[in-house]
């Protein structure tokens, strides 16, 4: 729910504000990423799904982001922002996607958005969960203390479901949790 997003987003968000210049530019938990790069990353992610929301509402077509070679150079370059722009550009892109998701009409819920122009589309339904995943995962990726046994029981059960209905095509895969 936009609620479960909302709440994982302003834990990962107190988080972000904690962090001290000097760990931005610290490894995070991701190869080769820095803890700049998730965040650069989450807010990439919140200014994509953004402007494909509104742009649906708007009559537009619209997708997410335009390529993935795109979405990997704007992660990059925005990684390397001086801190306090990268913070900002962090929080309002979280407040401006909530509010496009809060302002997003119910017949709409079902409409579809492409991640990249020519890729399967997600319905805004969809983008709403995958938003949960971002935020919840990506905290975790920080590595500022944030783990995977800070998740709720309802995002844990969304996710295996989740994981499980977008892994089987590619893998065998049995998930279990306590």
């Known amino acids: 729910t936009l609620a ?7 834990r990962y968000l107190r988080t972000v504000a904690g962090l001290t210049d000097a760990q931005f530019g610290a490894p995070s938990v991701l190869p080769g990423w820095t803890m700049a ?5 989450v ?14 509402m708007a009559g537009e077509p619209s997708w997410v982001y335009e390529t993935n070679a ?10 390397a922002w001086p801190v306090a722009e990268l913070r900002a550009l962090n ?9 496009a998701f809060e302002s997003c009409p119910a017949d709409l819920l079902g409409h ?23 935020v919840e995962i990506h905290h ?9 046994a800070d998740w709720d ?9 989740v994981a499980a209905f977008d892994r089987e095509p590619e893998v065998q895969l049995t998930l279990r949790s306590p």
């Open 4 to 10: 479960q997003v909302e709440a994982a987003t302003q």
């Open 37 to 41: 790069h998730v965040v650069s990353h």
């Open 43 to 56: 807010a990439s992610n919140a200014t994509g799904i953004d402007r494909a929301v509104r742009a649906a």
């Open 70 to 79: 795109g979405r990997d150079a704007e992660i990059d370059e925005r990684a």
């Open 91 to 99: 929080a309002s892109s979280c407040d401006d996607l909530r509010d």
């Open 112 to 134: 579809l958005l492409p991640r990249v122009i020519d890729g399967p589309p997600w319905s805004v339904l969809d983008w709403i969960g995958a938003r949960w995943r971002e």
């Open 140 to 148: 975790t990726d920080l590595g500022a203390g944030y783990t995977q």
């Open 153 to 161: 029981d309802d995002f844990v059960a969304y996710l295996t479901k």
